[in-house]
């Protein structure tokens, strides 16, 4: 298929607007799927009745940050991408921590993006306390991990569909969240509607809630502001997000433990600390009960208000570069 961009395309999704540049259609080229496979899907699970909800993200370009001091507004250009609509609940989570449906039956249709084998996935470990805290646990988001531990979870999921999962980079996350708005939120700069779109410290009585029970973008993505934060792949620089070294589908990944990008705030957030463009980071606090020495590399004991979400990108990488977004 031979496509030749003559003018400039523009597509309308509801009351966003979204300008597809030419780097669209060349990624078309050379992926396996059309525009008309690119809509919103629902991953099954092998000997499950779970799936995940995937929403498509058509590629373009658009503003990043909020000229705060550590996020300085800058344009990045984004390929196109799947993002999940809902953040990861501890239903689906816990069956990567059970592992009991690891061998696919042969009626089970995999993608043909990966081909690892499952064994060779590590697996988290037994947390020694309820990682809940308390808050429940059917159709609730996911919390407590670790981002090694996140990105691990894509890994399997990633070797038991054989579609290609990772976590987002955080200007893929915010891109997804702005859903083509310039304003604090997705929705406009009116604070007093924040309540109809996210759970925060006004308005969560001090706890998380289930997934998807506010209301969207206009992407159709659920608790992009607030519930839970979100883990990004992303290594947290000041320095390095004002002096990128590319502009076309940035990332900055490091193997040092801490800082990492979080995105989207929490339950247990004020308002300023949920906005499309906010950036917070992981420390070492975040393991402050852990007995264990070393830390684990799978749980921490106090994060209660971050979790994750995952992407699936519409071109598959090369092998290298998905083994660098499963933390190798």
Not at 137 to 162: D, R, V
Request: with cysteine; hydrophobic share 35%; aromatic share 16%.
């Amino acid at each position: 298929m031979v496509i030749i961009l003559i003018v400039t395309f523009f597509f309308y999704f509801s009351t966003m607007k979204i300008i597809f540049s030419s780097s669209l259609f060349f990624l078309l080229l050379y992926s396996p799927f059309s525009l008309n496979d690119f809509v919103t899907y629902s991953q099954p699970l092998p000997s499950s009745t779970l799936v995940i909800d995937m929403t498509p993200v058509h590629g373009g370009k658009f503003i990043m940050g909020d000229d705060s001091f550590d996020a300085l507004k800058h344009e990045i250009e984004l390929s196109s991408f799947w993002i999940s609509t809902y953040e990861i609940s501890w239903d689906v989570y816990t069956l990567f921590m059970e592992r009991n449906i690891d061998e696919s039956p042969s009626s089970f249709k995999k993608g043909s993006e990966v081909f690892i084998d499952v064994d060779g996935v590590s697996s988290a470990t037994t947390p020694y306390m309820e990682m809940s805290f308390g808050m429940g646990t059917n159709g609730y988001p996911a919390i407590n991990m670790t981002q090694f531990a996140a990105s691990k979870f894509c890994e399997w999921l990633s070797s038991i569909t054989g579609n290609y999962y990772r976590l987002p980079t955080e200007a893929e996350w915010e891109y997804a969240c702005k859903a083509g708005s310039n304003s604090d939120y997705h929705f406009g700069d009116d604070i007093s509607q924040l309540g109809e779109y996210a759970w925060y410290s006004d308005n969560s009585n001090g706890s998380y809630h289930k997934i998807g029970t506010k209301k969207p973008n206009v992407l159709g993505l659920y608790d992009m502001h607030g519930n839970v934060s979100e883990w990004t792949i992303d290594t947290y620089s000041v320095d390095k997000y004002k002096n990128r070294n590319t502009l076309k589908n940035p990332f900055y990944i490091t193997k040092n433990k801490y800082p990492k990008v979080i995105r989207g705030g929490s339950w247990n957030d004020d308002a300023t600390r949920i906005k499309s463009s906010r950036r917070d980071l992981s420390t070492k606090e975040l393991q402050k009960r852990d007995p264990q020495i070393p830390k684990s590399k799978w749980w921490n004991t106090d994060a209660p208000y971050i979790g994750f979400r995952i992407v699936r990108p519409l071109s598959t990488p090369e092998d290298d570069v998905k083994n660098l977004f499963w933390n190798y």
